[in-house]
C-alpha cells in the first residue's frame, strides 16, 4: 500500500520557522520525483516546490524562493520543506505529492492526508 505521510505543521507566528516531512512507503521513492503543493482556506492547489528523484535539481514558485528549501533522504524515504520567514500568506494544508517527473503543477500520482500550517500572531 503506497503511503505518504506528512507531518511537522503547526502554528507559527510571522517571521517564524517550520520544518515539514513526508515519509513515503509502499512505492520506490527513490525513483519519483516529489513536490510540495498547498491550499489555502477558500483557494485551490498551489504548486509550492518540485526535487527530482536524485535530489540534485530543485524549483520553486516565486512566493517562496529564497525562504523555502526543499530537499530529501533517498535512504530514509523521507522529503522535507524547511521554511522560513514564514508569513500570513503561506497559511495553507501543505501536501507532498509523487509523481515520475518533475511537475510545477500540483499533480501527483500519489498524495498525503496534509498538515495544516498557520501563521499568525
Known amino acids: 500500500e503506497v503511503q505518504l505521510v506528512e507531518s511537522g505543521g503547526g502554528l507559527v507566528q510571522p517571521g517564524g520557522s517550520l520544518r515539514l516531512s513526508c515519509a513515503a512507503s509502499g512505492f520506490t521513492f527513490s525513483s519519483y520525483a516529489m513536490s510540495w503543493v498547498r491550499q489555502a482556506p477558500g483557494k485551490g492547489l498551489e504548486w509550492v516546490s518540485a526535487i527530482n528523484s536524485g535530489g540534485g535539481s530543485t524549483t520553486y514558485v516565486d512566493s517562496v524562493k529564497g525562504r523555502f528549501t526543499i530537499s530529501r533522504d533517498n535512504a530514509k524515504n523521507t522529503l522535507y520543506l524547511q521554511m522560513n520567514s514564514l508569513k500570513a500568506e503561506d497559511t495553507a494544508v501543505y501536501y507532498c505529492?509523487?509523481?515520475?517527473?518533475?511537475?510545477?503543477?500540483?499533480?501527483?500520482?500519489?498524495w498525503g492526508q496534509g498538515t495544516q500550517v498557520t501563521v499568525s500572531s
Open positions: 505529492a509523487a509523481r515520475p517527473f518533475v511537475a510545477t503543477m500540483p499533480a501527483g500520482d500519489y
